[in-house]
């Protein structure tokens, strides 16, 4: 049976806490609340991606980017949005991602990304991932954002997922963990921040760092 291992990708193989990091020093450097302004970049970015019908994640950002400027009476945010987009190019593993993908490879699983993103930046994360990813499924592709469950289908059909031995590995919890809760799929969630994850949705393996994998799998 072939085995196969989808990951979420920011927060599990990719940091992208430089985006933040952004929003937050572009408004302190303007006497600006940092922490306001990055909490209504989030709210909004994940209000735009779970309360509407689905739009580029490119424009989801420029708009969650608008949304700033008017919550905070500004005009310092759009125009940072090339910038923004650039940030995306800077997002690093973390220290443990490398090395684990390279022994998951050798231990002959196909590996497969699913992300809230779109192609032209998925290039440059497949190169900072030094091109160990067989395969991606992106919110451009199912035409959605995770948790909804059709993009969880839309993988599942394309890979044959059922027919094969089948770990999904995540950080998030909310927008990985619980729609494969639903699902019944085999799931892996790597608890970076040491939360307390809700016992309605075991079974599930628990892990800290993606160094756990090796004794997991």
């Not at 006497?31 to 970015?45: D, L, P, Q, T, W």
Request: contains cysteine; negative net charge; aromatic residues 14%.
């Amino acid at each position: 049976m072939d085995k196969v291992l989808t990951f979420d990708c920011y927060g599990t193989l990719l940091n992208n806490d430089i985006l933040y990091e952004y929003i937050y020093n572009l408004a302190d450097r303007n006497g600006i609340s940092g922490n306001k302004a990055r909490e209504i970049f989030i709210h909004y970015e994940d209000r735009l991606m779970y309360g509407e019908d689905y739009i580029p994640y490119d424009q989801l950002l420029l708009s969650a980017l608008e949304y700033c400027d008017m919550e905070l009476n500004t005009n310092i945010f759009v125009p940072q949005w090339d910038r923004v987009m650039e940030l995306h190019k800077d997002f690093r593993p973390y220290e443990d991602v490398i090395p684990v993908l390279k022994y998951l490879k050798a231990k002959h699983y196909q590996l497969i990304l699913m992300s809230n993103s779109m192609h032209k930046i998925m290039k440059n994360h497949l190169d900072t991932l030094e091109n160990l990813i067989n395969d991606y499924v992106l919110a451009e592709d199912t035409k959605c954002y995770k948790p909804n469950l059709k993009f969880f289908e839309y993988t599942r059909k394309k890979y044959e997922l059922m027919e094969k031995e089948h770990y999904h590995i995540a950080k998030g919890y909310w927008w990985d963990i619980v729609p494969c809760s639903k699902l019944g799929w085999n799931k892996i969630w790597v608890n970076r921040n040491h939360i307390t994850g809700s016992k309605k949705h075991l079974p599930f393996i628990e892990i800290q760092t993606l160094d756990e994998l090796k004794k997991n799998l």
